[in-house]
């Protein structure tokens, strides 16, 4: 015994140096593991006799939610802009979840119109509506207007989905306990939304109109959450993880060569759409969340926004705005 404690203590003095490196190693490896990773959504919930709507589901953290929807169980209805591109994608998901209820809806959010014909369509057609995600979104593109003159950024990953969701309470609230799922982005940290000048006419930066139209995504669950206070719906907001999408196609083609060199690497570490969708099927379905409304997830947990975000009267003022630019008011 005495000489096997001998030996023990000979080892790690004589390969002290070699033993901190691997241990270094050893953290450093299982930190950079669990950064790409993320959080897991574990809830087994099945979804049998529910409906889900995503957003943009296509491609992408879209597409993924929409098949964990569809393995447990759930009619989902993809609506999106590309119909080829969201036929493909629904065959997609039916063939790997084997549920034949996957369905494929006509939705442009850069048009009020097209965003009011689609309420329209699932209000007189669907008996129910159980979770919508808001999932679509266009990141960095140049100085672009939807038809209804908007500024692109604000206009689809918010002013669009700020009409459909209120076009679509009426079927959440006859479909409790329901859920809207809002997908913004850490970017809104850096956000803020400029009241005198919504569109960022006088100086538009590509940046800056993501950042305020992620921002609005986070002050519009909260508002949302507390005017929906005891309905039986609830609202989550959230930040996916840094996910290798179509997001960047805007950004991608601006780059200089040496930038997008640079970038490449960092495109292999970066997670996969499957965890990048981890959060909103956590927000979607998870039983722990049934009571919580009005927050901001991250790593399927909550976590606290911007300061920015948690103004209450800046969410009342762009509630406001908001309403009136889409003809709520
Ligand atoms: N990837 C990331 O690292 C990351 C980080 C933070 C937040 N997010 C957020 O995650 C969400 C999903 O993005 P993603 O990364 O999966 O990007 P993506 O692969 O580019 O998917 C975006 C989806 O939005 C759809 N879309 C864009 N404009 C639309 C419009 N006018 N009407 C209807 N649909 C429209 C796209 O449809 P088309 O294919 O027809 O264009 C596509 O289905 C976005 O809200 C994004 O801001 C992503
Ligand atoms: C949510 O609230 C209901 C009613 O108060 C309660 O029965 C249930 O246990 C709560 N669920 C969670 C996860 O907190």
Known sequence: ???????????????????????????????????????????KVRLDGKTVLITG?????GKETALDMAKRGARVILACRDMTRACIAAEEIRQQSGNGNVVVKKLDLASLQSVRDLAKDVEENEGRLDILINNAGIMMCPKWKTDDGFEM??????????????CL????????PSRIVIVSSLAHEKGSIDFDDIHLDVDYQRETS???????????????????????????????????????????????????????????????????????????????????????????????????????????KLWDLSASMVGLA
């Open 1 to 43: 015994m005495q000489n096997y404690a001998e030996t023990i203590r000979h080892l790690l003095k004589r390969h002290a140096t070699g033993l901190a490196v691997a241990c270094v190693a050893g953290a450093g490896i299982l930190a950079l593991r669990r950064w790409l990773a993320g959080g897991v959504c574990r809830s």
């Open 57 to 61: 589901a296509n491609t992408g953290i």
């Open 153 to 166: 950024q604000f206009g689809v990953n918010h002013l669009g989905h700020f009409l459909l969701t209120n």
């Open 169 to 176: 309470l009426n079927l959440l609230k006859k479909s409790t």
């Open 210 to 316: 993501y950042r305020q139209s992620k921002l609005a995504n986070v002050l519009f669950c909260k508002e949302l959450a507390s005017r929906l206070q005891g309905t039986g719906v609830t609202v989550y907001s959230l930040h996916p993880g840094v996910i290798r999408t179509e997001l960047g196609r805007h950004l991608l083609p601006t780059l200089a060569l040496w930038q997008r060199i640079l970038v490449t690497p960092i495109m292999m570490l970066i997670k996969s759409p499957s965890a990048g969708a981890q959060t909103s099927i956590y927000c979607a379905v998870d039983e722990s969340q049934a009571n919580a409304s009005g927050l901001y997830y991250s790593d399927c947990a909550p976590k606290k926004p911007a300061p920015q975000a948690l103004d209450d009267a800046a969410a009342k």
